[in-house]
């Protein structure tokens, strides 16, 4: 499926998402999805895979820059020695040179926000990182960020479950992406009738129509992760069919405000 065009960069609008992928078998689906032909992977300090991912991005058949790389910054206080030290241990870790993007990965309300995106603009013009992005910020959040830096993307949870409304109508204001993580609902989208009865007039997987009303919304990218090869060919093959509108509608209106992630110290709906 056609890349999404954000800000100028053209981004795999289905990347790979990597937690719990460690160790040699997580590499193993890591090696895998990106010979499939996965072309966006998404990482982070706490998933402590950082080694796998550049591993198996150096043992594909892949040029460096065919490959979306993001991870986040550890979580903690985040002032510019921390942005610095993690982006720095990243890099290590990673065995690259620079990422393609680097994300905030929660809010911490007790630095303030200008020094931490000070800090991470700083990396973008230091080549540390080609752009930057926050996760797990609600709409009051975004809001400030959005004044302060050039963001391509918040990454959330989101999934039929869980509507955006308000992040993605702040996504539209400033042009970024909104990434939706655990896009299939951590495999909770097997479980639902209405989703049962749109695969079966589609004839396609649930997961897939999951992830197929979310890339039928503009500016949305999704990060499923999986480590069986079966669904990492499934979940790449969403732009091989599409809902109608009648449909789309009937999984939007599964939205219960199901929020499987917990974290953070911010008020969601602020
Ligand atoms: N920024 C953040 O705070 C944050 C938080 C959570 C996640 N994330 C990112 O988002 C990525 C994805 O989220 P997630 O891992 O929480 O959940 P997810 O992708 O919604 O679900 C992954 C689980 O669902 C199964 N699965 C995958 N594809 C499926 C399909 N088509 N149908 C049914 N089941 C399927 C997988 O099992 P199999 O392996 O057996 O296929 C796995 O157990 C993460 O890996 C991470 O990179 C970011």
């Known amino acids: 499926m056609e890349d999404l065009t954000v800000k100028g960069r053209a981004i795999p609008r289905i990347g790979l998402g990597t937690y719990r992928l460690t160790g040699p078998e ?16 998404d990482t982070a300090r706490m998933y402590g895979n950082e080694v796998e991912v550049g ?28 942005v610095r030290d993690s982006a720095r241990a990243s890099l290590r870790d990673l065995g690259l040179d620079h990422v393609d993007l680097l994300l905030v990965h929660w809010p911490d309300p007790d630095t303030p ?47 039929p479950f869980l509507g955006q409304e308000a992040l993605l109508a702040e996504a539209e204001r400033d042009g970024h992406a909104l990434t939706a993580y655990s ?5 909770r989208v097997e479980e639902d009738p209405t989703l049962q009865a749109i695969a079966a007039e589609v004839g396609r997987t649930l997961g897939q ?15 499923p992760r999986s480590a069986s090869s079966a669904r990492l060919r499934d979940n790449l093959a969403v732009g091989e069919f599409a809902l109608d509108e ?14 499987l992630i917990q974290g953070g110290r911010v008020d969601w709906e602020r």
Request: charged letters at 20%; aromatic letters at 4%.
């Open 26 to 41: 997580g590499q193993a689906a890591i090696a895998q999805a990106l010979a499939l032909g996965y072309r966006h992977l």
């Open 55 to 82: 591993r198996a991005l150096r043992a594909a058949a892949v040029p460096r820059e065919a490959v979306h790389v993001t991870t986040k910054l550890a979580v903690g206080p985040l002032t510019r020695d921390w």
């Open 113 to 159: 926000l200008e020094e931490t995106l000070a800090a991470l603009t700083e990396l973008v013009e230091e080549g540390v990182t080609a752009a930057i992005g926050v996760s797990n910020f609600p709409p009051s959040w975004v809001r400030r960020a959005t004044a302060l830096a050039d963001l391509l993307t918040n990454q959330v949870e989101y999934h």
């Open 183 to 187: 896009p299939v609902a951590r495999g």
């Open 209 to 223: 129509v999951a992830l197929r009303w979310l890339m039928q919304q503009p500016r949305v990218l999704a990060i």
């Open 246 to 259: 009648e449909q789309m509608a009937r999984i939007s209106a599964l939205d219960r405000g199901l929020r």
